[in-house]
Nanobody
Framework: QVQLVESGGGLVQAGGSLRLSCAGS????????MAWFRQAPGKEREFVVY????????RYADSVKGRFTISRDNAKNTVYLQMNSLKPEDTAVYYC???????????????????WGQGTQVTVSS
């Protein structure tokens, strides 16, 4: 049974930083891409960042490019999201996600991902 567990969310002032973690179990995550999505109140879930399984290719949403950094430690089956220069508009529940197989060109679409964590709340105050 595949499980993803996020941690590291919290309340931070604008301009601050947080690091989210996503620990996976139930399979060898080093063989799969991973992604982070977020969902703010009243809004649809949106793509944040993707990392491939092999050479660590990353893709970021324009809204977080230059501020967020994704990384992975395959030995620990864990993916990290370092978030710097946080803005109030970054406030959301953040979810990590893993696909069943390859997403191909759909790496930014939530529908590609079969497994989701429970989410961790990030609140950025102004």
């Amino acid at each position: 049974q595949v499980q993803l567990v996020e941690s590291g969310g919290g309340l931070v002032q604008a301009g601050g930083s947080l690091r989210l973690s996503c620990a996976g179990s139930g399979r060898t995550f080093s063989s799969y891409a991973m992604a982070w999505f977020r969902q703010a109140p009243g809004k649809e879930r949106e793509f944040v960042v993707y990392i491939s399984w092999s050479v660590g290719i990353t893709r970021y949403a324009d809204s977080v490019k230059g501020r967020f950094t994704i990384s992975r430690d395959n030995a620990k089956n864990t993916v990290y999201l370092q978030m710097n220069s946080l803005k109030p508009e970054d406030t959301a529940v953040y979810y990590c996600a893993a696909p069943e197989g390859s997403c191909g060109s759909r790496w930014y679409q939530a529908s590609c991902y079969a497994y989701w964590g429970q989410g961790t709340q990030v609140t950025v105050s102004s």
